[in-house]
């Protein structure tokens, strides 16, 4: 059955929640803000209710302000609290007076006075359903304290297009009409790296929080990175800022290969040969291809599978590149293959991807200590699979500490979901094969969401009606109330894929970052960063 387009280049099919949350009456003046406005609330009876005094207070500053969301987010429509908590440093006394300021257009705020006796307050920020979304700089200021200054995010409605993100939400790089991204890594200071294909080699890009292409980076990356195979996965070392990309690169044969960058795009001269270890026939007989990488200290795991037959494998490489002293190197059975990887909050390394032994092939995850040992808490040490029918293109771990892995039924047309406790004895939490309307239904990528929920995204249909989807479930397995199911198309060619997902990222501040590829009319890199 053909599918019943509504918009011009994005079909929802769920119901986006956009209901304003309720919040009651509430005795405290809230004062609206255009852009660059303030907003405060005055005091009661025997309260300091008087604004800030740049001029008498200037060098006398002693107290600090701090918030409990560092990044607040607010939503159109919608109304938010956060904690600000002042530090009196034993010389701020009586009551304190806060002035907010910088609230963009629709958006309003109200602060009570912290009391004589108390520390704390909430800051009440309210959006209305035309308030300017993106993220604008607010300061809060009091006498005789440091004027704090926060980033706050005015989200939109979940699931549409973040307009702030290259001024309509995408990003695509129509220079390289064969480029893809297919893995994505978020810096502490906003910037996106992705990693993936140029069509011929490794393309490794680097994109500022506006989706500006960061030139200077690129262009040394470019110098550095191997010119066949392909790059899949990618991760950021929070204290040095190097930057660990992992695929597999071919002459004669592929064979797993991992490139670090500094932070500035050139390579890393003190890992493997000019910042580049590529295995061998000698140590990966029949060749190797890496799918997944986390950063255990200075260490670089890696997940992904030995080549003839294939066969699931977990390396690990020290900082120099070298295979880790110690380490026992798992490779799993024929016609096996790891796709994700993650680490636990007690440090556990957790590896899950296709077991097609036997048939149907399904989905499966082993857990491994620190030294790669099998761990015996996880299954007694063995392998746990799902029977769920399911070949697995991808995962990752969740906030609260299950794993999710995602991929297509060998059994229908039908996405695959398979969540599980990594944390503990890999018990499955639950299985959902999703019809999507063809033999192309595959999820290729997930990643965490807010609230212990899950994200998925890829791309499915048939001879008809191609799309590329992406989805959020709670941990009870049920679609969530409100970002739900997306799918996108081209109306005026539906059985054509205009967009394909390999690849999600969640941000700290309220979106998802999508990677992938067009593939009809102006081709190339794609990213889109819609609101959660």
């Not at 704090?148 to 009409?177: H, K, M, N, R, W």
């Amino acid at each position: 059955m053909r599918r019943t387009t509504v918009l011009p280049s994005i079909l929802v099919t769920a119901v986006l929640g956009a209901a304003a949350a309720c919040t009651g009456n509430d005795p405290t003046p809230v004062l609206g803000a255009t852009d660059g406005g303030t907003s405060e609330e005055g005091g009661g009876p025997g309260s300091d209710a008087t604004a800030p005094d740049a001029g008498a207070d200037a060098a006398v500053l002693e107290g600090s302000l701090s918030l409990e969301t560092p990044i607040p987010v607010v939503a159109v429509g919608k109304s938010i609290e956060v904690t600000v908590t002042l530090d009196r440093k034993g010389v701020v006394a009586g009551d304190v007076s806060i002035t907010v300021a910088g609230l963009p257009s629709g958006v309003t705020a109200s602060v009570p006075p912290i009391p004589a006796a108390s520390t704390t307050t909430k800051l009440s920020i309210s959006a209305d359903a035309a308030a300017t979304v993106g993220d604008v700089k607010i300061t809060l200021s009091a006498r005789k304290v440091t004027t704090l200054e926060s980033q706050l995010v005015v989200a939109g409605l979940p699931g549409t297009a973040d307009i702030s993100f290259d001024s309509d939400g995408i990003v695509l790089e129509t220079g390289a009409p064969q480029s893809s991204a297919r893995g994505l890594a978020l810096q502490d200071d906003g910037k996106l790296v992705v990693v993936g294909t140029n069509g011929s080699g490794w393309l490794v890009r680097r994109y500022d929080a506006m989706g500006a292409a960061d030139a200077a980076f690129n262009t040394a990356a470019a110098a550095v990175i191997p010119s066949s195979g392909m790059a899949r996965a990618v991760a950021v070392d929070p204290t040095t800022k190097k930057i660990t990309v992992v695929g597999g690169s071919a002459s004669n044969a592929t064979f797993l290969t991992i490139v670090r960058l500094n932070a500035t795009g050139s390579a890393d001269q003190g890992f493997g040969s000019g910042g580049t270890m590529r295995m061998n026939s000698v140590d990966h007989s029949g060749g190797s291809d890496g799918y997944a990488v986390a950063l255990v200290g200075a260490d670089t795991v890696v997940a992904g599978r030995r080549l003839g037959p294939d066969r699931a494998m977990l390396e690990k490489f020290g900082p120099t590149g070298a295979r880790a002293a110690g380490f026992v190197f798992y490779e799993g059975a024929a016609m096996t293959n790891f796709s994700a990887l993650g680490v636990t909050s007690a440090g556990a390394l957790v590896a899950a991807g296709t077991d097609a032994q036997a048939a149907p092939p399904r989905h499966f995850a082993a857990r491994f200590v620190s030294n790669g040992s099998p761990d015996v808490t996880f299954n007694g040490g063995a392998a746990r699979t799902f029977a769920v029918g399911c070949r697995a293109s991808g995962g990752a771990m969740l906030a609260d500490g299950d794993m999710l892995i995602v991929g297509s039924s060998v059994t229908a047309p039908q996405f695959c979901e398979t969540r599980f406790a990594a944390s503990g004895d890999g018990q499955l939490v639950f299985a959902r094969n999703a019809p999507g309307g063809g033999s192309q239904d595959d999820f290729t990528a997930a990643a965490a969401s807010d609230n212990a929920s899950s994200v998925a995204v890829g791309h499915g249909g048939g001879s008809q009606d191609r799309f590329a989807r992406i989805l959020e479930r709670r941990k009870d397995g049920a679609v969530s109330v409100g970002f739900g199911s997306i799918d996108f198309e081209d109306p005026a060619v539906p059985d054509t894929f205009r967009d394909q997902f390999f690849a999600v990222v969640s941000t700290r501040d309220g979106r998802f970052v999508i990677g992938g590829e067009r593939s009809l009319g102006t081709k190339g890199l794609l990213l889109r960063r819609v609101w959660r």
